[in-house]
């Protein structure tokens, strides 16, 4: 089955830099993968994500970032805020794989005013 | 339109008690999932359903059950809860493309503690 690994577990930047979570994955054949944000008690939400036929994709501050041939894909927050104070995980899933989402561990990121 | 709802928010068992927890959505979707969320961890699956009538195992279903009522509601059963099963459930939706993944949408997720 799939594996995916993220990092840094921790991030603490000063308001305004930038922010990048790198996540690796195993499967070959996995061709979706979403960004989730979840804040403190709350439930995961989608802030954005990026199917095997694109390199890349932005939305605003955020973009994601995908290198099939080295199978790793990143998330960029630019600007950061102190709302974007969350845990960010990433996760992937194999085509045909019935959207079966495999999540990293979680990426703990402190946005410091 | 409230998306995804799960009932309850919060449980407290003891070991070897029962329970279901429920989740319904509004959106017409037709796939349904169950996760688990550990401290200091991703989520993992427990259980599927990709439409009606079906279900499929994940990558953590030892000690649960599912049940997949209709199209809108998805349950999820502890026939004796372990204390290794605390943890924060959370269930999710999304839609079925062929071929073609779609987004998971989840609900505010359910606390439960084994004693």
Not at chain 1, 86 to 94: I, K, L
Not at chain 1, 99 to 109: A, D, E, P, S, W
Not at chain 2, 67 to 92: D, G, H, I, M
Request: proline share 5%; hydrophobic share 30%; glycine share 8%.
């Amino acid at each position: 089955g799939e594996n995916v690994e993220q990092h840094p577990s921790t991030l603490s930047v000063q308001e305004g830099d930038s922010a990048v979570i790198k996540c690796t994955y195993s499967d070959s054949a996995s061709n979706y993968f979403p960004w989730y944000k979840q804040e403190l008690g709350k439930r995961p939400q989608l802030i954005i994500d990026i199917r095997s036929n694109v390199g890349e994709k932005k939305d605003q501050r955020i973009a994601v970032t995908l290198n099939k041939t080295a199978k790793h894909f990143s998330l960029h927050i630019t600007e950061t805020q102190p709302e974007d104070s969350a845990v960010y995980f990433c996760a992937a899933t194999p085509r045909d794989a019935g959207n079966k989402l495999t999540f990293g561990g979680g990426t703990r990121v402190l946005v410091k005013p | 339109n409230a998306g995804v709802t799960q009932t309850p928010k919060f449980q407290v068992l003891k070991t070897g008690q029962s329970m279901t927890l429920q989740c319904a959505q509004d959106m017409n979707h037709n796939s349904m999932y169950w996760y688990r969320q550990d401290p200091g961890m991703g989520l993992r699956l427990i259980y599927y359903s990709a439409s009606e009538g079906t279900t499929d195992k994940g990558e953590v279903p030892n000690g649960y059950n599912v049940s997949r009522l209709n199209k809108r509601e998805f349950s999820l059963r502890l026939e004796s809860a372990a204390p290794s099963q605390t943890s924060v459930y959370f269930c999710a939706s999304s839609e079925q493309r062929h071929r073609t993944d779609q987004p998971q949408h989840f609900g505010d997720g359910t606390r439960l503690s084994i004693l």
